[in-house]
């Protein structure tokens, strides 16, 4: 910030900062994203003055930013939001930083209404202008700030004072929008804890999908669940990228992306490989020295469709299961790359052949030496290591606890499996009609 606005970043010189809205320690606990930049800046004896504007109606600027200030004993002053483009002309202002509710995938921003406002008048004026967000308000699944719906507030914050005193007539029409969208174009940079993610020179967006992406590493995507990107259905492109970003599966793919392939296991008659796409989407992602295995889990089953309904959470389940049957028998259960609960995705090794699905096999007559040995070592290893014998108490009830929860696909088990086949149902055909 002190560099865009021209002063040396040593702390040497001092600037002025102008913010909206209330980004400290009151709305984000700790530091603060916006104001705890401001602070940063004041610590190191950089900050000459902060202007916070009052961020009408609600005036968070106001009670809440201004507070903070003052708390802080830090030099700030409190202005009416139609003075910012003022006090920028009168060079009062070297850079202005404001917070984010959302960030879209091209950099677009959602703040609190004004914040576009700022951004007009500071380009116009050549005051940088940045954006200060955590990394889980980056959303690369909304392409732009079009994309993002904007609430309306109720009419009164305009009409009444939290007293309820009148200060416009009845009957006045309002438009009172909560939120407005900074394009990317006005904004220097977006500032996260991992870093900036700067606009390019001449650029009119900010590449927030590559930044997110290149910052996930594996056991980032492991915790999804705290903060991770929301929910997105793969296809066969899409799983490549997916892919790319995951080291251990790129290691066994070899080559670059460019060279690699990637088709959706089908479900058809007399495929040997369909069955492992019953349930879920499956797909194959090959390159020059491996494959491997990448499936996801909509809520539904996948041969059926939307019609029969079943959560994603099977895949945190069946992942949850090869990773510890892996960790006891790593001789027969292929090794876990990547399980991201909240994309219902694994990533997984690809059995190589002459490994095949045993139940076509079978069901052909054949005969594989060795196959009672090696179902009793997984059996004997799992059962057991998963057994009281194996495991204390406290361990073992806390498995039980979080194994109950498989509810759905146990269910699927016995329908499909148990019950239907001996009855006339409609989810199988193994009767003329």
């Not at 200060?167 to 407005?180: E, H, M, Q, T, Y």
């Not at 490989?273 to 020295?289: I, L, R």
């Not at 959560?311 to 991201?340: I, K, M, N």
């Not at 109950?404 to 086949?421: A, D, R, W």
């Amino acid at each position: 910030m002190l560099k865009a606005a021209g002063v040396a970043a040593d702390g040497s010189e001092s600037i002025g900062v102008m913010t909206i809205c209330n980004t400290g320690s009151l709305a984000t606990a700790g530091y603060g994203t916006a104001l705890g930049a401001i602070r940063a800046l004041h610590e190191k004896g950089a900050l000459r003055q902060v202007y916070a504007c009052e961020t009408r109606p609600y005036n968070q600027g106001g009670r809440l930013t201004a507070y903070e200030i003052v708390a802080d004993g830090l030099p700030g002053t409190l202005i009416a939001d139609s003075a910012a483009a003022s006090a920028m002309a009168q060079g009062k202002v070297q850079a202005v930083i404001v917070g984010a509710d959302r960030v879209a995938a091209n950099g677009d921003t959602a703040n609190k209404i004004g914040t576009y406002a700022l951004a007009v008048a500071a380009a116009h004026h050549n005051v940088p202008f940045f954006v200060a967000s955590p990394t889980t308000t980056l959303d690369p699944t909304t392409a732009t700030g079009a994309d993002i719906v904007i609430e309306e507030r109720d009419a009164t914050e305009l009409t009444r004072t939290r007293g309820g005193e009148a200060l416009a007539p009845d009957g006045i029409c309002v438009w009172n929008p909560a939120f407005d969208v900074t394009p990317a174009g006005l904004i220097a940079g977006v500032v996260t804890e991992k870093g900036v993610v700067a606009r390019g020179k001449g650029e009119r967006a900010i590449d927030i999908k590559a930044f997110v992406e290149a910052q996930r590493s594996e056991s980032e995507l492991a915790a999804a669940p705290k903060g991770a990107p929301g929910f997105r259905e793969l296809d066969a492109a899409s799983a490549i990228d997916y892919v790319a970003g995951i080291p251990s599966a790129v290691a066994v793919l070899g080559g670059a992306k460019g060279e690699w392939r990637c088709h959706e296991v089908a479900d058809s008659e007399g495929d040997e490989e369909a069955a492992a796409g019953n349930v879920n989407f499956v797909y194959f992602v090959s390159g020059p020295s491996g494959k491997v295995v990448v499936k996801q889990a909509m809520p539904y089953v996948r041969c059926v469709g939307e019609s029969w309904p079943l959560s994603p959470e099977r895949a945190s389940f069946e992942a949850h299961a090869l990773q510890a049957h892996g960790a006891l028998c790593p001789a027969h259960v292929p090794t876990v790359f990547l399980h991201e609960p909240a994309m219902a995705t694994i990533v997984m090794e690809y059995v190589k052949p002459p490994c095949t699905i045993l139940r076509g096999q079978l069901n052909k007559g054949a005969i594989f030496e060795g196959l009672a040995e090696h179902c009793a070592e997984y059996l004997a290893t799992t059962l057991f290591g998963t057994s009281l014998l194996a495991m204390t108490t406290a361990e073992h009830k806390k498995a039980l606890q979080y194994w109950s929860g498989n509810v759905e696909m146990c269910q699927l088990t016995e329908k499909v499996i148990f019950t239907e086949p001996y009855m006339v149902a409609g989810n199988n055909h193994w009767t003329s009609g």
